[in-house]
């Protein structure tokens, strides 16, 4: 389940996404557009698999200024609207300071966002993942979003640390982020069809186990 997109990532780490140890998760690399205010316009029809959420690096084609924006809305195959990173997803899109013939590249974090997701569904006795519909139904949820950031940024600073020659601030982020990962767990709770009417009707907190009559 996706509770958040990429730009929440961005908010807390933008370096992550020019790692080039996740380079096979790009959706597009390099890719020739031009980009006039908060409207881009790409050479090829690469949008496809572009998502509103995601993190979009736009370089200029010299190679001397780049910036990493969020993608607010795909038209088409070959335009979107993008922002530079707001407060809000709510607030108006504003220009970046990128303009002209960029280069386009676009790295996803939605394999890890799905993992963690579904790994807190877990916590509160909802199967799911992304062959199988979410088992039982669940309604409203509480605590999820905050979770998933900072358990997604703990998976990818551990495969940060993984790398060779790592250094101590890579450590000491996977530190940080397991610690907060691991205080927000116990904070998620979730409407769930608990008698299978399809209906969701009671609430389950992940860090409180039910009680049972022995």
């Given at each position: ?139 409203e949820t509480a605590g999820f979003r905050p979770a998933t950031v900072f358990g997604t940024l703990?998976?990818?600073y551990r495969a940060l640390a993984a790398a060779e020659n790592v250094n101590n601030i890579v ?44």
């Amino acid at each position: 389940m996706y509770f958040c997109d990429d730009a929440e990532l961005l908010a807390w780490e933008p370096s992550v996404f020019s790692e080039e140890v996740f380079s096979h998760q790009s959706v597009i690399r390099e890719v020739a557009g031009t980009l006039t205010g908060t409207q881009l316009e790409m050479d090829e029809e690469v949008l496809g698999a572009v998502l509103p959420g995601m993190v979009m690096r736009v370089a200029l084609a010299d190679g001397t200024l780049s910036q990493l924006t969020e993608v607010v809305s795909v038209e088409d195959s070959t335009h979107a609207t993008i922002s530079a990173l707001r407060g809000r997803s709510t607030e108006a899109a504003v220009s970046p300071l990128v303009s002209g013939a960029v280069k386009v590249t676009v790295v996803t974090f939605r394999p890890q966002i799905g993992a963690v997701g579904d790994s807190l569904l877990e916590l509160i006795g909802v199967s799911s993942d992304r062959g199988h519909e979410a088992s039982p139904k669940f309604g409203e949820t509480a605590g999820f979003r905050p979770a998933t950031v900072f358990g997604t940024l703990a998976a990818v600073y551990r495969a940060l640390a993984a790398a060779e020659n790592v250094n101590n601030i890579v450590l000491s982020k996977r530190a940080f982020y397991e610690g907060l990962a691991q205080a927000s767990r116990q904070t998620i709770a979730a409407l769930v069809d608990a008698n299978g009417d399809g209906v969701p009707e009671k609430w389950v907190w992940g860090a409180v186990k039910e009680l049972q009559r022995v």
